[in-house]
């Protein structure tokens, strides 16, 4: 919309202060209401600095509010009484700009935004303490749509710092929907379960770039982004201190992922996964997981210390991961690295500013919202964040002492062999099908293991029994291997029975029959 054009309509208050909100004009705030309700299709509502106390605000018209100035200077605290604004028709485009949305608070969805069908832009706004109670899910924002309608949410250039869910995705939840998020910065957002900051769900898509996710926590899964059942984009992003009470200390998927060109440094999950954990979806989908030029170093886990990988149905799972830098004890040792100069890799250096992916990503985010922060949570902000213990790495990314703790995996999964290689390029996991493994440049912590179905090699380089695999993995390629036994004995029973009955067509059929099964078992 043309902020020039004679559709603007102009709101002013006093009172700016983030906390407190107390020179609200009662009738400023009436005004702004009767101003979206009177809008017509196309209007831009210019509000100018303040603070304006209201919630539960239904947008029926494609319609913009435009902060008139910094965001941090107009206002809308919802006092945490509801949701603040509700979109609920396909049809509307809703416009948020120039806004700080505070305070909303509902029982529902979407403590600052609720979308139930519908397409919302958000561009230049600030997000804080917005909550969704009881078991729900999107603290600041939830984009919901349905079968028939897919609702869009696009968010550009804004702020998500203290937002909370009972559920999932304490800033963003998006299901039945899609969902774009650019340059965008969200610290210290949490969910109960799983999320901290961003959930993409069932039939979902989310799409984040050039976005960094700070001291993010989830009780259980994904302390910054959850995606279950979705299918997700990450691009040169950045992850730093995010953790996760179970799995995925960064990340959790389980759907289709590209994951490139981002950073993923210093998170910890208390199980599994200390960087990202992934799981196979719930409708034995094909996957496809990408995860391509990353730097994921530093992050902590009993198991699988940057990625942990749950699979059953291997099948169905399609793999990259390519051209990646793990931690490895010393840079300069990888085959397929030039540690000198290659863009989005580590350099050999002690200094943490010279690296080739920061020379790409915008670290200037921060510096834009220091002061939201400080204003916001007062004194030493980083006191109230979300971490299990404080540690070195707090002040920043710190890459003087990235050596790996040589008696944990960088990835780990619950497949046969090779599941705690070590490597620093990470060829090992190159290919479209883990039936076989290029193991050429990995190293391991036991024997060289060429074949999926060879023996199984533990942390401790002690090779156990596939009887003693099963146990600790009962959902393993126990199932499998049983029933390839019986297929095959039956098989071998029907063939033997049909040379002795040679003229006996059926018995030849039938034995046809369990070969094709065999063979797609």
């Not at 700070?214 to 730093?240: K, L, P, V």
């Not at 170093?297 to 940057?306: A, R």
Request: glycine letters at 8%; charged letters at 20%.
């Amino acid at each position: 919309m043309d902020l020039n054009s004679k559709d603007l309509d102009s709101i002013s208050n006093d009172g700016n202060d983030l906390n407190d909100g107390s020179n609200a004009n009662d009738e400023s705030c009436e005004d702004l209401i009767n101003r979206i309700n009177a809008a017509d299709n196309g209007d831009t509502i210019l509000i100018e600095p303040g603070t304006y106390k209201v919630h539960g605000i239904n947008i029926t018209k494609n319609i913009s509010l435009q902060g008139n100035g910094d965001p941090r200077e107009v206002i809308i605290d919802g006092e945490e009484l509801s949701t603040i604004f509700f979109i609920n028709d396909i049809n509307i485009v809703a416009k948020f700009n120039n806004l700080t949305i505070i305070n909303g608070k509902t029982d529902n969805f979407g403590g600052g935004i609720c979308i139930e069908t519908g397409n919302v832009y958000v561009d230049n706004c600030i997000f804080i303490n917005n909550t969704a109670l009881n078991v729900t899910n999107g603290g600041a924002i939830s984009n919901y749509g349905n079968e028939t309608d897919r609702s869009y949410l696009f968010v550009n250039n804004s702020l998500f710092i203290g937002n909370h869910a009972d559920h999932d995705g304490g800033a963003v939840t998006t299901c039945y929907a899609s969902s774009d998020i650019y340059n965008s910065v969200f610290i210290n957002n949490s969910a109960h379960r799983d999320g901290g900051a961003i959930r993409v769900s069932i039939f979902g898509y989310g799409n984040v770039q050039d976005c960094i996710f700070m001291y993010n926590h989830a009780d259980e899964w994904a302390g910054a982004y959850y995606s279950w059942a979705g299918n997700s984009s990450i691009d040169r992003c950045i992850f730093i201190n995010n953790t996760a009470g179970t799995n995925g200390g960064a990340v959790m998927v389980s759907g289709s992922l590209n994951l490139t060109n981002s950073i993923i440094v210093n998170n910890t999950a208390a199980e599994t996964g200390g960087s990202f954990y992934i799981q196979q979806p719930m409708f034995d989908a094909k996957t496809v997981i990408k995860v391509e030029n990353n730097i994921i170093t530093n992050n902590t886990s009993p198991l699988g210390q940057e990625i942990f990988l749950k699979w059953n149905t291997t099948n169905l799972l399609f793999p990259n991961f390519n051209n990646n830098d793990w931690g490895d004890e010393d840079p300069t040792d990888s085959s397929v690295v030039d540690p000198n100069n290659v863009s989005g890799r580590i350099r050999p250096t002690t200094t943490a500013n010279n690296l080739g992916l920061f020379d790409l990503l915008d670290f200037s985010l921060l510096n834009r919202y220091s002061d939201v922060l400080e204003d916001y949570y007062g004194g030493d902000y980083k006191d109230h964040f979300h971490r299990f213990s404080d540690d070195s790495n707090d002040d920043g990314l710190k890459f003087d002492n990235n050596k790996t703790d040589s008696n944990k995996p960088h990835i780990k999964t619950n497949w046969f062999n090779d599941s705690n290689s070590k490597n620093s390029s990470d060829n090992q996991l190159d290919g479209s099908k883990f039936n076989s493994l290029n193991n050429k440049s990995s190293r391991f912590s036991g024997e060289k293991s060429d074949n999926f179905n060879s023996t199984y090699v533990n942390e401790n380089s002690n090779n156990k029994k596939m009887t003693e695999l099963f146990e600790d993995n009962p959902t393993s390629q126990k199932s499998f291997d049983i029933r390839y036994i019986l297929a095959l004995s039956i098989v071998l029973l029907l063939f033997f029975f049909g040379l002795f009955r040679k003229r006996d067509r059926s018995s030849k059929f039938i034995t046809f029959i369990f070969l094709h099964i065999l063979y797609f078992l």
